[in-house]
C-alpha cells in the first residue's frame, strides 16, 4: 500500500511553454501532498504544500504565478510550470501524506518527473 | 530555524561491511525522523521513520537509531549488498510542525563486489 504515481516521467518542451505533472495516491487519501524540485546532485526542496480544497502555500522564493498548483482531490494534485525556461529544468518530486493518526503522518513519495525546457 | 546535515556524503565499501550513516538536526523539537533511499533518477523510498517517542527501528538489515537531546541519528546497514548502492536521505519536519520536511544533503553509498 501507500504508493504514489507521477506523470509523466519525463517531458521535454520548448521555452515559453507550459507544463502540467499530475501526482496521484493510488491506494489511499492525501489531504495534504507537497511538492519538491531537485537540481543534479543536491538534495530536495520543498516548494509548495498542496492541500485539497484551499489555496496551496509556497515556500519562500517560489512564484506562485509560476507553479500553478492544484489540488483537486484527494487522491490528486497537479503543478503547472507556466512559460516554462531553461532554469525551470529540474526532477520535481510530489509526496503524499497518510494520515494515520497521532504525530505519524508519514510521507510517500512518487518516483519524480523529470522536466527539460530547451 | 532547523537545519540538517549528512556525513559523510559520499561513501565506497567493499560488499560484507556494516556501515554507519549519520545525520544530525540543529532543533531537537521534532515530532519524528526519516529516512529514505534515492536511486539515481528516481524518487524516494521510505525506510525508517523513528517517532520522537522511540529511540530505535529496525527493518532487515537496517536499524535507525535517534537521539533527540543530541540532535543525531545514525542508520545502520549491516553485511552491504551492491544493490544497497544509492544516495540515502535522512529527513525531520520544519521547526514547530509535524508536515513539512527538511531534508539533508544525504549520503551517496557506493558498494561495490
Known amino acids: 500500500g501507500a504508493v504514489v504515481s507521477q506523470h509523466p516521467s519525463w517531458v521535454i518542451c520548448k521555452s515559453g511553454t507550459s507544463v502540467k505533472i499530475e501526482c496521484r495516491s493510488l491506494?489511499?487519501?492525501?489531504?495534504?501532498m507537497f511538492w519538491y524540485r531537485q537540481f543534479p546532485k543536491q538534495s530536495l526542496m520543498l516548494m509548495a504544500t498542496s492541500n485539497e480544497g484551499s489555496k496551496a502555500t509556497y515556500e519562500q522564493g517560489v512564484e506562485k504565478d509560476k507553479f500553478l498548483i492544484n489540488h483537486a482531490s484527494l487522491t490528486l494534485s497537479t503543478l503547472t510550470v507556466t512559460s516554462a525556461h531553461p532554469e525551470d529544468s529540474s526532477f520535481y518530486i510530489c509526496?503524499?501524506?497518510?494520515?494515520?493518526?497521532?504525530?505519524?503522518?508519514?510521507?510517500?513519495f512518487g518516483p519524480g518527473t523529470r522536466l527539460t525546457v530547451l | 530555524k532547523q537545519e540538517v546535515t549528512q556525513i559523510p556524503a559520499a561513501l565506497s565499501v567493499p560488499e560484507g561491511e556494516n556501515l554507519v550513516l549519520n545525520c544530525s538536526f540543529t532543533d531537537s523539537a521534532i515530532y519524528n525522523l526519516q529516512w529514505f533511499r534515492q536511486d539515481p533518477g528516481k524518487g524516494l523510498t521510505s525506510l525508517l521513520l523513528i517517532q520522537s517517542s522511540q529511540r530505535e527501528q529496525t527493518s532487515g538489515r537496517l536499524n535507525a537509531s535517534l537521539d533527540k537531546s543530541s540532535g543525531r541519528s545514525t542508520l545502520y546497514i549491516a553485511a552491504s549488498q551492491p544493490g544497497d548502492s544509492a544516495t540515502y536521505l535522512c529527513a525531520v519536519p520544519f521547526s514547530g510542525g509535524y508536515n513539512k520536511l527538511i531534508f539533508g544533503a544525504g549520503t551517496r553509498l557506493a558498494v561495490h563486489p
Open positions: 509526496s503524499a501524506q497518510r494520515l494515520a493518526g497521532g504525530q505519524r503522518n508519514e510521507q510517500f
Open positions: 491506494d489511499f487519501q492525501a489531504t495534504t
